[in-house]
């Protein structure tokens, strides 16, 4: 006889009423499996029947059996286009135990591999109600987290029936598997020979079945069958092998146990609680047994605030994912206990007590985030966040035993979610966490510059918030600084204006890693392009870059001077003695080069600056009247005379300048109207 349990989460059958399948009345009572099975029928042999018999999760298995041809395979996956988070899929038989006492189930299992390293959980439940309601869970495996993903040879387990289901006719003993979701991530369970019979007396010890805290100071402690007097025995308990102080209180059934702490637990801290030499009806010992406990009652206040799921470049590990929560309370809040789940499986949180307004974050893979992040991350188990497809992540509070679902984003891939997020080198930010945050206008890409990795620039602000004001940086206009003159005239400060943000900020300059600050003087040999990051309080940041044009005075045949209001044309090595008599370079204001405020009277617009080639010049006079447009060096020589005559008031002037074949350089673009002049300056750079 072999079927066994199948549950999908959330959807039990409303189950098996008496009248529906036929019992098992026979015993002792073995299956092997060997008969052929019933597939979609929910009835797959007589007396067994599974909730998902599809040749897939409820299945015949004839590969690997501990005796004949066959075995029962239960595997709990989801199916192509479900999207069930976690799945359970049960096998259970039918029994009827009528004038029958210590019954017990023998049966062997093994597993067979998919792949992935995820642990599958077995348990054994038992209704005395014909299916209706199950009594409490007891996991059978490898360990206390079930079995391994891994190919395993047979082994016997010997379940003991609670001692409501004897001389009882309408049983049913159940076999359920549970996994996450995610076809192929739990190991195959296979279950063969199953023996189910009565002893001549009670020779089971007791069991404690899913010990749990119910507050600070009360533990509750369900055993697989009523217990004498010696589960009153306070040292018979410890916490962290330390013996438990207080009293036990014994439920009038004998099955249950409250143990009252005169010392309360820790909210979020895990215990390891022992309980040992207590005993049966019959007095069977217990084997001594230690198992995890935590107490958390949160309910709500830590929400999904941020989440990276695909950085660039497409196809690669996405190593940097990861998911940031955030306390939106008054008060700290205990990790230790929630479970994040869905998308991925956290495991339990670790211990952690998140203060009101901080940042808590997990990852894919941990080293690697801390690397580029240079925060520390809780690494998550296995499994990526979906690149293409919806994907749901929850937080729920498993270890309070109500399944109390903390928070939950359901989000989409690309419009109208965040476009950047999808591959393009973005976190998603949900900046007001009091908005609902399964909507996706409440989302936004992040704006905080982290850094490059593999080569692709990235924008993310784990463990901090989202940058909520724009920081509007001016890095000021391009510079020229000469060779072949003294040397301060190959230095010049670069200076920024900042605005926007939370004060104070920082600076950081590329190309002077040992420099930092709103000014910094900088003497370089090639022209030079240098960008500012300025980042806030708040770790938001802002860019602007600023050129430096490196220009060889020594090349040139004659440099033009301003010396006493006149321009001179002078041989280079001439220059350095008219500069120390006061001269400037370039030629003097009124050589058709002055600059003089002119912005009531005309708007100039020049594009693409710097440029390699054509560049567009535009004027637009406020009045009408007489006009030129002319364009100079800096050395005051006119290179273009691009328009003279009348001008209407509102009125574009466009132009089209080919300057592929000048040098390298800064030049002026002047405009002369109304009795004033007005000029704009533009980079040649090839």
Not at 363 to 372: E, P
Not at 434 to 449: G, Q
Request: aromatic share 10%; with cysteine.
């Amino acid at each position: 006889m072999k079927k066994l349990l199948l549950f999908l989460i959330g959807i039990i059958p409303a189950l098996l009423s008496g009248s529906m399948w036929s019992q098992e009345t026979s015993f002792p009572y073995t299956e092997s499996f060997e008969e052929t099975f019933t597939l979609q029928n929910e009835n797959f042999i007589p007396n067994w029947s599974g909730n998902f018999v599809d040749g897939i999760r409820i299945f015949q298995e004839d590969q690997f059996s501990k005796s004949g041809d066959h075995s029962l395979g239960l595997w709990p996956v989801v199916e192509e286009g479900e999207e069930e988070e976690e799945v359970e899929i049960f096998a259970q038989v039918r029994l009827d135990l009528t004038g029958m006492e210590n019954v017990a189930a023998n049966f062997w299992v093994a597993t067979r591999a998919t792949g992935a390293m995820k642990h599958v959980k077995l348990f054994m439940q038992v209704s005395t109600d014909g299916g209706l309601t199950f009594g409490s869970k007891l996991i059978m495996g490898s360990d206390r987290r079930g079995f391994n993903n891994v190919d395993s040879d047979f082994t016997e387990f010997i379940y003991a029936l609670h001692p409501d289901a004897f001389d009882n006719s309408n049983v049913v003993l159940r076999f359920l598997t549970k996994g996450g979701a995610r076809k192929g991530t739990v190991a195959k369970v296979l279950i063969d020979d199953v023996l189910i019979y009565a002893a001549e007396s009670d020779i089971f010890p007791p069991i404690a079945l899913e010990p749990k805290p119910i507050s600070t100071d009360e533990i509750q402690i369900e055993f697989s069958e009523p217990v004498n007097n010696t589960a009153l025995n306070i040292s018979n308990y410890t916490l962290n092998s330390i013996p438990v102080e207080g009293w036990v209180e014994m439920s009038a059934e004998g099955d249950v146990v409250i143990l009252h702490l005169s010392s309360p637990i820790e909210i979020g801290r895990y215990y390891e609680l022992g309980i040992s030499n207590v005993e049966d009806l019959a007095g069977n010992a217990m084997v001594p047994m230690t198992t995890d406990i935590i107490y958390n009652p949160l309910q709500g206040g830590l929400v999904i605030t941020e989440i990276m799921y695909d950085e660039p470049p497409v196809g690669q590990r996405d190593d940097l994912e990861f998911i940031e929560l955030y306390n939106a309370t008054d008060k700290p809040i205990e990790l230790g206990g929630l479970r994040i789940k869905g998308g991925i499986t956290s495991g339990r949180l670790p211990e952690y007590t998140l203060e009101p307004g901080a940042y808590w974050v997990t990852a894919k893979n941990g080293i690697a985030f801390t690397d580029f992040f240079g925060i520390p991350a809780y690494e998550w188990h296995g499994a990526n966040l979906s690149n293409d497809e919806p994907e749901t992540i929850y937080i729920i509070n498993t270890d309070h035993h109500s399944d109390v679902m903390i928070d939950l984003v359901t989000y989409g891939i690309g419009s109208p979610w965040p476009d950047g997020a999808a591959g393009g080198g973005y976190s998603m930010e949900l900046c007001d966490a009091s908005l609902d945050n399964n909507d996706p206008a409440n989302w936004s890409d992040a704006s905080l510059f982290a850094g490059t990795y593999k080569g692709y620039d990235i924008y993310a602000s784990p463990g901090k918030s989202c940058c909520t004001s724009e920081i509007l940086v001016d890095a000021g206009h391009d510079k020229i600084v000469y060779t072949g003159l003294p040397d301060k005239f190959s230095c010049t400060e670069l200076s920024v204006m900042v605005s926007g943000g939370t004060p104070p900020y920082t600076y950081s300059w590329t190309s002077l890693p040992e420099l930092s600050g709103p000014e910094v003087e900088v003497c370089p040999e090639i022209t030079t392009t240098y960008t500012v990051r300025v980042t806030d309080a708040q770790g938001c940041s802002g860019i602007d870059e600023v050129t430096v044009l490196v220009s060889d005075i020594s090349e040139k045949n004659k440099i033009e001077l301003c010396y006493n209001e006149k321009t001179l044309s002078v041989p280079p090595a001439a220059v350095k003695a008219f500069l120390a008599k006061g001269a400037v370079i370039g030629a003097c204001e009124d050589f058709s080069v002055t600059t003089i405020s002119g912005d009531e009277i005309v708007n100039i617009n020049i594009y693409p600056n710097p440029s390699a080639g054509p560049i567009n010049l535009e004027f637009k006079p406020l009045f009408e009247g007489r006009a030129s447009a002319e364009v100079f060096n800096l050395s005051g020589r006119k290179m273009s005379n691009l328009f003279t005559g009348d001008v209407l008031p509102d009125t574009n002037y466009s132009f089209e300048l080919n300057t592929g074949n000048w040098p390298n350089g800064f030049y002026l673009f002047v405009v002369k109207t109304g009795g004033t002049t007005t000029s704009r300056q533009f980079i040649v750079r090839k």
